[in-house]
């Protein structure tokens, strides 16, 4: 009788190893995956043109801000901006938060290029770090963004002692879940 127990529980041992070292050879199933890409204007932060030298670019869907004759909502006008003047254009875009989850603020950071600093500050209404207005102006700013609210950026164009010429650069914001 125990040599039938021991065979019994020796048969389910094998039946145990050898059910558990099976090879995983093959799992197909279909399922959707689906990426939007879309313009700026659509997104669910969006970035949206608030003066006509900012504009969404008809070929890559990129906000462009232009202060020179290549400006397509200014053809054959302006060429750019005057030497030794400052300009402050209030407003220029605005980035808001249309994302679905309630109550989810987002923190962005926005920073110049090199080539724009000294140049070319940023300012906006909701600057946690004091830079609100023209004054306070920037080259690297923090935005705190309320759900359904938005930030409107404000440039400050300084060309005091800077030679006349074309000067271009970035501008990179990085968007992400804030908490205080």
Partial sequence: ????IYLVMFSIAI???S???ADFRMYHAE???TIAIVTDDQELIDLTPNQPYAFIDSDN???IV????ENENYPGYG???????KYVFDDVFCVSNDLWEENMTIGMDIDLSSELQGIVKIYSDKSDEGNTDPANATTNLHVVIENGDKACIGFVI????IKTGDYTGEMTMHAYPYQE
């Fill in 31 to 33: 399922r959707n995956f």
């Fill in 15 to 17: 039946a145990l190893v």
């Fill in 61 to 63: 869907g990129e906000l």
């Fill in 79 to 85: 060429k750019g901006v005057s030497p030794d003047s």
């Fill in 19 to 21: 059910g558990l070292s």
């Fill in 158 to 161: 300084d060309t005091t002692g």
């Fill in 1 to 4: 009788m125990n040599k039938i």
């Fill in 66 to 69: 232009r202060f020179d004759a």
